[in-house]
């Protein structure tokens, strides 16, 4: 599916608590499988660890995968199919 090209950050990455610049390893990867689908870079935006939780809450679905290493969670903004 492709990600939303009309918005400013289509993809959150949770924020580290105390540490919001940090990219962990997980999230890392994640950016870099993000800029291979779309071809280009594409900036994740950040999010505070419970303005996150808020935002998932309201989410269409939430789609769980065996990831087990901390701060693997994103919200991504499906675009126009």
Known sequence: ????????E????????????????VQAEVQTEIDRAEGKPLKMGSIERFAFYDLARESYCVIQTGERRFYGCFVIKKGVI
């Open 1 to 8: 599916m492709p990600i939303d090209s009309f918005v400013a």
């Open 10 to 25: 289509p993809v959150l990455r949770m924020e580290i608590v105390g540490k919001p610049d940090e990219i962990p390893p």
